[in-house]
């Protein structure tokens, strides 16, 4: 999970959505959480996702991958996996190797996350996250 520290913080976000996201270290620092407060498409996108490797009940490792689920304010919940590689960030809709992703490197000084967000049959979006003071 430490791959991801580089996100703790609040960032503005710019390209298909607008607006905000924090991360930070949910107590004993197995969890990050992401609380957003966007604006996509002329709707308002607010939610909080939840971060970390999964545990399941009687398992004694955790798993190798770093899932997470983001819990919408219409209901709505969405599964992804983080992989996070050297100075490139792949977000998987869903499992991993999903035709649904974005993938974003980040600037040296890592205060810039610039990516794009792609989807199946050829949509998707410009994303960018700048930290915030």
Not at 17 to 39: A, H, K, N, P
Not at 42 to 56: F, H
């Amino acid at each position: 999970m430490k791959e991801l520290e580089r996100l703790v913080g609040t960032w503005r976000v710019t390209g298909g959505g607008e607006g905000t996201v924090t991360y930070r270290w949910m107590e004993g620092g197995f969890f990050l959480l992401q609380e957003v407060d966007l604006r996509q498409d002329g709707q308002d996108v607010k939610g909080i996702e939840v971060i970390g490797r999964l545990l399941p009940f009687g398992a004694s490792d955790p798993s190798e991958d770093i899932w997470s689920r983001f819990y919408g304010h219409q209901g709505v919940t969405f599964d992804y996996v983080y992989e996070p590689d050297g100075d490139t960030l792949t977000i998987w809709g869903g499992e991993k190797g999903s035709p649904a992703y974005f993938r974003g490197t980040w600037s040296a000084d890592g205060n810039t996350l610039d990516g794009a967000w792609v989807y199946p049959g050829g949509g998707g979006y410009p994303s960018t996250m700048e930290r915030l003071p």
